[in-house]
């Protein structure tokens, strides 16, 4: 098998409202290098791709690439590229990148023009992870930082796809990634759509799951079923020991036992889907007790605040 490691440039409208919601990002250059099982470089892709809902590249990018319009003007259409692109990947491969975006707009852009879809669900090595993991100091880091890090001599302008698609793929083989097949992520752009098509991923540390659509997170919040924790390590189903908590706008946090393994959190997101439906990833790993101690901590100052919050606004209508 080889690993495609893959790179995008997009532009955007120019103006600060999307002109077309079905394409808020244009695909402009696509970039990749093909690497062996031993993850050297053995075949590279490039390509610019001529702009047809945005023209005009956005200021913030104009700046930030080292090609104008009239370059981009030399490229060719999307589907063409794409389908040159998707036929040198070749038929085994795994998609590796630098964060999860390119693979989710590369899908956009297909669907925008009417491509057949990539095989779903699709797996992906989220690079940018991957180094986080292995460098937590530095985090969910931009490529460039990673590449200084690992002391990859920089001989070639960032911000080019092609170019980013090298260093990531160098970056790759640097690593030295233990357990590279237990790294996968799922790709969330063709997300479920029933019941049966509900996703679960178990990994050595977590486990994923990933729900159908729902009309609203309230929804989703009262599917009991898809409320239960289950060990990442035993797959058992538990107990809960702190039950759901709204932790901010955008998560719910859980914490359950399992009898062989210690304490499980769970956190719930959401995702939107481009007609403003939700899904529900649902992630749960082992933590210490410590890190329960915090989370039942953290529970009890937010119900603190809403109490506060509740008071205030009692008095105030009084
Ligand atoms: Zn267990």
């Known amino acids: 098998m080889n690993y495609i490691v893959f790179d995008l440039e997009w532009n955007q409208s120019s103006s600060s409202a999307t002109e077309n919601d079905l394409l808020p990002f244009e695909i402009i250059e696509i970039g990749a290098v093909k690497l062996d099982?031993?993850?050297?470089?053995?075949?590279?892709?490039?390509s610019i791709v001529r702009p047809q809902i945005y023209p005009r590249l956005q200021k913030r990018i104009w700046e930030m690439l080292h090609y104008d319009e009239a370059f981009l003007k030399t490229g060719r259409h999307f589907d063409v590229v794409c389908k040159e692109f998707l036929d040198w990947c070749g038929e085994d491969f795994m998609f590796c990148s630098w964060g999860p975006l390119d693979l989710y707009y590369l899908q956009q852009n297909m669907d925008f023009y009417v491509m057949n879809p990539l095989p779903s669900p699709l797996h992906f090595y989220n690079l940018q992870d991957i180094f986080a993991d292995i460098y937590p100091d530095l985090g969910a880091c931009k490529l460039e930082k990673a590449v200084e890090r690992l002391s990859i001599p920089i001989?070639?302008?960032?911000?080019?796809?092609?170019?980013?698609?090298?260093?990531?793929?160098?970056i790759m083989k640097h690593l030295k990634i233990k357990n590279l097949d237990d790294k996968y992520c799922v790709d969330y752009y063709n997300n479920p759509k029933t019941l049966d098509d509900e996703i679960v991923s178990r990994h050595k540390n977590y486990r994923e799951h990933i729900s159908r659509e729902f009309?609203?997170?309230?929804?989703?919040?009262?599917?009991?079923?898809?409320?239960?924790?289950?060990c990442p390590k035993c797959n058992r189903r538990i107990n809960k020991k702190i039950k759901w908590f709204s932790n901010n706008s955008t998560s719910y946090l859980c914490v359950g036992k399992c009898w062989y393994h210690g304490y499980i959190l769970g956190k719930i997101k959401f995702k939107h889907t481009y007609d403003?439906?939700?899904?529900?990833?649902?992630?749960?790993?082992?933590?210490?007790?410590?890190?329960?101690e915090n989370i039942k901590q953290k529970q009890d100052q937010i119900r603190q605040k809403r109490k506060e919050k509740n008071k205030r606004h009692k008095s105030n209508n009084q």
């Open 37 to 46: 099982a031993k993850f050297n470089i053995i075949d590279e892709y490039g």
């Open 155 to 170: 001989d070639q302008p960032f911000h080019s796809a092609i170019n980013d698609a090298r260093y990531t793929g160098l």
């Open 215 to 230: 009309d609203s997170k309230n929804e989703a919040m009262e599917d009991k079923v898809l409320l239960t924790l289950h």
């Open 276 to 292: 403003d439906r939700v899904f529900m990833i649902k992630k749960t790993q082992l933590i210490s007790k410590a890190e329960m």
